[in-house]
């Protein structure tokens, strides 16, 4: 009985340590101007915590069952990136990102062990509450900062927490599925109401965000829990919530109707008053950010090109570009953590110092190799719950990981291990097959 | 799927000494690709930055229009034409040439190491470089020492 609450507690911390280190983490690139630089020391501490309660939870299920091959391919990929350290611009980025990759990997494997998957994915999606419920907070306290400005193409967006609309966003759509899974699994009348209320809380988050990728991800992991769960409520009510979610999203705002008119005036300045017949290209000439896709040097831009739902934000051409440097060193890549040293935004209808793909992203780290290996850690913790019969809370892991999967294709996040989503994403992948070698 | 463990008691080590063994002999192989794959993209980039090197001539040439100012290095713009922003050589702190921009026919070719400057096979003077920003009013605190 002791030992039966040694272990209760030690789960219960786990779970809290896992959920504050998502909010750290947030927090770190977060809209909180404050708030960011304590919060970026914190969110290593809070993340060496959680892999030493993680490592300590572990050891205690050493007779449970669980899969070696995840673990294996997961660290070859960390190998990988060690090794990139080799022919990397950056060996001290390379080498310093790789080493905190792998923490969260560590933590992740661990937490596969896990006596209750249940408790872990609990602890993701109470880290994603607890964030959504923050960004409330600041709406109501701190309007300015909950909310990004609208601009002449974008109107004003929902960003809470986060530091941009897509940042909380990505956390609330790897927990999405979650939140529809203890709705159903919950045996209280009370509990239900509650993670309805958060799973609202987390669909209506993403909604006013406007952040596409996170509204496609959560579609994605939504659908996966409904489909694998095989009960038709469980489907029914994912399409609802999808429905629901989407009409949200499309509502005319402000910006759309009212759109704040460009100033004229630049908010930085020239500090250099050229000499005459000279020209700060800076200021007068094409932007280096913006060089490729303006209209020709003279000529006007005529047509107003406003953010629409399935408009790509300039992202297909940043993908070219970004591809066409992975052509370059196409095999091994130009070394792991250097992309946003790598990629450099030249277009026009771009806004980002990494391409916004994370597979666009491994490639121009790692290379094909470095692709081959992420799509073979996918595939070693999915499989394992695909399988007939799997348990509930399996399927709840492999939608969180499906939302993840999808997600990454307009993010570059999965690799990023101070980046709040990443953790949560590899958290809840490797308890799906953990919970998967459980049950078998 | 896979290899499947349940404590201590059943491992497959012989199989996972294997599987180490295999990774370890891919992983080394991987270095020297990745040595080749960084030095051919650096012989690519600076062959395209020397012929726009070539392509502007003198770097005090009658056609140097502007300048632009960053952290790691600064940018001459010279015209062709009525094309002010033709062509544009970016240069560190060391004089390695690190971006090179032809915009000559309206649209952006670009030749960067950037993201790897010592790689860079294309170095001009650096003296040169603070003496013709200077001569446009860029002041000293924004240039480094040559």
């Given at each position: 009985m002791l030992e039966l609450l040694k272990r209760m507690t030690l789960g219960r911390a786990v779970q809290l340590a896992l959920a504050a280190t998502i909010v750290t983490m947030l927090l770190a690139g977060g809209s909180i101007l404050q708030g960011i630089e304590p919060a970026r020391t914190l969110r290593w501490a809070a993340l060496l915590a959680l892999a030493a309660l993680a490592v300590a939870y572990a050891a205690r299920s050493r007779e449970r069952a669980w899969s070696l091959t995840p673990a294996l391919v997961a660290g070859a990929l960390v190998a990988v990136a060690a090794v990139s350290t080799l022919w990397s611009a950056n060996p001290r980025l390379t080498l310093g990102r790789t080493a905190a990759l792998a923490l969260v990997l560590v933590v992740a494997a661990a937490l596969a062990?896990?006596?209750s998957p249940e408790l872990v994915l609990e602890g993701v999606l109470l880290g994603a509450v607890a964030v959504a419920v923050g960004g409330l907070l600041l709406l109501v306290f701190d309007h300015d900062r909950a909310v990004q400005t609208a601009t002449t193409v974008s109107p004003a967006r929902y960003q809470g927490l986060g530091g941009g609309p897509n940042m909380a966003a990505m956390v609330f759509a790897i927990a999405a599925p979650l939140a529809l899974h203890f709705i159903f699994e919950s045996r209280t009348r009370t509990m239900r109401l509650a993670w309805g209320a958060a799973l609202a809380l987390l669909l209506g988050s993403i909604a006013f965000s406007g952040s596409r990728g996170a509204l496609a991800a959560a579609f994605a992991g939504l659908a996966v829990y409904a489909l694998l769960g095989g009960r038709p409520v469980v489907l029914g009510t994912a399409a609802l919530l999808a429905g629901a979610t989407l009409a949200v999203s499309v509502l005319p705002s402000p910006a759309s109707s009212n759109p704040p008119q460009p100033?004229?005036?630049?908010?930085?300045?020239?500090q250099v008053t050229p000499?005459?017949?000279?020209?700060?290209a800076n200021l007068q000439g094409p932007r280096l950010q913006d060089d490729?896709?303006?209209?020709?040097?003279?000529?006007?831009?005529?047509t107003r090109r406003e953010r629409t739902l399935s408009g790509s934000s300039g992202r297909t051409e940043a993908w070219r570009g970004a591809l066409g440097l992975v052509a370059?060193?196409?095999?091994?890549?130009?070394?792991?953590?250097t992309e946003d040293r790598t990629?450099?935004?030249?277009?026009?209808f771009f806004n980002s110092?990494?391409?916004?793909n994370s597979y666009v992203g491994i490639l121009l780290q790692l290379g094909i190799v470095g692709l081959v290996v992420l799509l073979a850690l996918a595939v070693a913790l999915v499989l394992?719950?695909?399988?007939?019969?799997?348990s509930r809370v399996a399927v709840a892991a492999t939608a969180a990981l499906a939302a993840a999967l999808v997600l990454a294709f307009f993010q570059s996040?999965?690799?990023?291990?101070?980046?709040a989503a990443t953790i949560a994403a590899w958290v809840c992948a490797f308890a799906a097959t953990g919970a998967a070698a459980a049950r078998s | 799927m896979g290899l499947r463990v349940r404590?201590?008691?059943?491992?497959g080590g012989t199989l996972v000494r294997r599987i180490v063994l295999v990774a370890v002999v891919v992983l080394v192989a991987l270095v020297p690709i990745g040595a080749w794959e960084r030095g051919r993209r650096a012989d690519h980039e600076s062959a395209g930055m020397r012929s726009v090197l070539e392509e502007v001539g003198?770097?005090?040439?009658?056609?140097?229009r502007g300048f632009r100012i960053f952290a790691n290095f600064e940018c001459l713009v010279y015209e062709r034409g009525r094309n002010h922003f033709a062509l544009e050589l970016c240069v560190d702190d060391r004089g390695r040439v690190v971006e090179a921009i032809d915009?000559?026919?309206?649209?952006a070719e670009v030749w960067s190491l950037?993201?790897?400057?010592?790689?860079?096979e294309v170095v001009v003077d650096r003296g040169e470089v603070n003496r013709l920003l200077r001569r446009m009013n860029?002041?000293?605190?924004?240039l480094p020492d040559a």
């Open positions: 062990r896990a006596e100033t004229g005036q630049d908010p930085a300045p020239a000499a005459p017949g000279y020209f700060d490729i896709g303006h209209p020709g040097i003279g000529v006007a831009e005529t370059d060193r196409p095999v091994v890549g130009y070394g792991f953590g990629f450099v935004d030249r277009y026009v110092n990494v391409p916004e394992p719950s695909l399988r007939r019969g799997s996040y999965l690799y990023a291990a101070g980046n | 404590g201590h008691r059943r491992g003198p770097l005090d040439s009658s056609e140097l915009r000559r026919d309206g649209t950037r993201d790897d400057p010592s790689e860079s860029v002041p000293d605190e924004y």
